[in-house]
């Protein structure tokens, strides 16, 4: 157990998707072949679009994390789920790009387990007595099988939690881990789904045993009593689990926290950071955390809360996400979004979107980082940034400044919806926005009904995928405009 008073957490954030597949739907469509699922058909789950995916989750829960925080002085990035789309390509990197961060910042992907976000926020505190700041960041989109339990439990979502020195939010005072090959699931990599043992074994075995043995190490350790925690967050949404563990080891069954399955589903990795980010948008200084991950082992992190978490900045957090909801009902566009079913999508669809891998790395500021330039003689603001300035007035040469945009408010001059060009989600909305300060861009429209859009209604940019090659299995992302109601 090592005592970590001396860093803490500074600023969390985090991202839940705007749809909501209602369990109902999936569970009546199998109900002819497993009428079991009727009884989990209640509630709704997190779905991604169909340009999301765990980078772009990510990336939106960076920024409600970071907010407007000097991201100069992030010295690295972690990005841990077990359903990235890359296996070889830095799935961090691309995160890192998004966010406009140095090219000194360090990216790491951490993956191989549902308690990987929680791995990864253990050692962000430990790098912190160095004078590190870590950007940990959990994301998940995992992939189940039609007619699954998992199907109706799991969600989609991320959360990110900033680590650092300075003053903290929440003080660690320590931090425990237990490893052992306790497999409760696996997916093979050459496998599309994860194989699920017996449940009854797992809450016995798993649950009851291997998480009350951690946490009462864990308060042994640190000399903590059980029952000066206010807050116990164990990321299982099964009916009383938690709970259970609870009385096992002398918590307060008042202290459990809310695990979100009934709103969001159960988002693996990403769910510890989840709960984590929701207390503390809640908790109120001198409060006392618990944060559990399991996953082949139990890692448990104590936090207490400190003044400083009152005067964070307002941010989303996981609340103003859920609250952001559209029902869908659809389950066969759920299929269609998470490629279960191959739909006929027309001679439109059929184009080859190869990415020029020299001109991505030359436009890698403008592509993924939504980076223009700005005129320093004249002032004027423009996307992409050039050689050649773009006001008619002044065509200054070699004037441009970096400026970025992705953060910046903008609204909607022009709009279309086109039902000709293909998209996985007719309409394709699309128009011309201008940015507050300057600067303007064709950008497609998302996360919005016809009623959304209009003339002057202000849009929030969202990183998003914009196209997939499919022939060599490369995602093309880019920066999409969503209307704020």
Not at 216 to 223: E, F, M, P, S, W
Not at 250 to 275: C, N, Q, T
Not at 292 to 300: A, E, I
Request: hydrophobic share 40%; proline share 5%; net charge neutral.
């Amino acid at each position: 157990m090592n005592k970590q008073m001396d860093k803490g957490i500074l600023a969390f954030g985090a991202y839940v998707p705007r749809l909501r597949l209602q369990r109902a739907s999936v569970a009546r469509a199998h109900a002819w072949f497993n009428p079991g699922l009727m009884g989990l058909g209640k509630g709704e789950r997190a779905m991604a679009n169909w340009d999301e995916d765990p980078i772009t989750m990510a990336v939106e829960a960076a920024r409600d994390c970071l907010g407007d925080f000097n991201r100069d002085q992030v010295t690295s990035i972690g990005l841990s789920s077990t359903s990235l789309p890359n296996s070889d390509r830095l799935n961090s990197g691309i995160v890192k790009e998004a966010l406009n961060l140095s090219d000194a910042t360090g990216a790491f992907d951490i993956c191989g387990s549902l308690r990987a976000g929680t791995s990864a926020l253990i050692q962000a505190l430990a790098a912190a007595a160095g004078g590190q700041t870590n950007l940990c960041i959990a994301s998940e989109k995992r992939r189940a099988q039609p007619g699954s339990e998992a199907e109706l439990s799991n969600g989609d979502a991320a959360a990110a939690v900033l680590v650092g020195p300075g003053e903290p939010i929440a003080r660690c005072l320590g931090s425990a881990s237990i490893s052992m090959d306790f497999v409760d699931h696996f997916r093979a990599a050459e496998k599309e789904f994860d194989y699920h043992w017996e449940s009854r074994w797992i809450r016995d075995q798993g649950f009851n045993k291997i998480i009350p043995d951690a946490i009462r190490k864990a308060l042994h350790d640190v000399g903590m009593p059980a029952g000066n925690i206010d807050h116990l967050l164990v990321p299982l949404t099964g009916k009383g689990i938690a709970e259970g563990i609870a009385k096992k080891t002398g918590i307060k069954v008042e202290a459990v926290r809310d695990p979100l399955g009934s709103s969001l589903g159960y988002a693996g990795a990403a769910h510890p950071l989840l709960m984590l980010a929701d207390t503390l948008k809640k908790a109120k200084p001198g409060e006392r955390i618990l944060l559990v991950g399991f996953g082949q082992g139990c890692d448990v992190i104590l936090l207490e809360v400190t003044q400083a978490n009152e005067k964070l900045p307002p941010r989303l957090g996981v609340g103003g996400w859920l609250a952001r909801r559209k029902p869908e009902e659809n389950y066969i566009k759920y299929l269609a979004f998470n490629e279960l079913i191959d739909i006929d999508r027309g001679m439109r669809a059929e184009a080859d979107f190869k990415q020029p891998m020299t001109a991505l790395f030359r436009n890698r500021k403008a592509v993924l980082g939504l980076v223009g330039g700005r005129c320093t003689k004249t002032g004027t603001v423009q996307f992409p940034k050039t050689d050649i300035g773009v006001n008619p007035n002044d065509r200054s040469v070699g004037s441009q400044e970096d400026y970025p945009l992705a953060d910046r408010s903008a609204r909607i001059m022009t709009y279309t919806a086109d039902n000709l060009t293909y998209t996985p989600d007719p309409p394709a909305h699309y128009g011309m926005i201008e940015f507050d300060g300057g600067g303007r861009m064709m950008a497609e429209f998302v996360d919005a009904d016809a009623e959304d859009i209009e003339v002057g209604k202000p849009v929030r940019m969202m990183f998003r995928i914009k196209n997939i090659d499919e022939r060599r299995g490369f995602k093309k992302y880019f920066w999409k405009a969503t209307p704020i109601k």
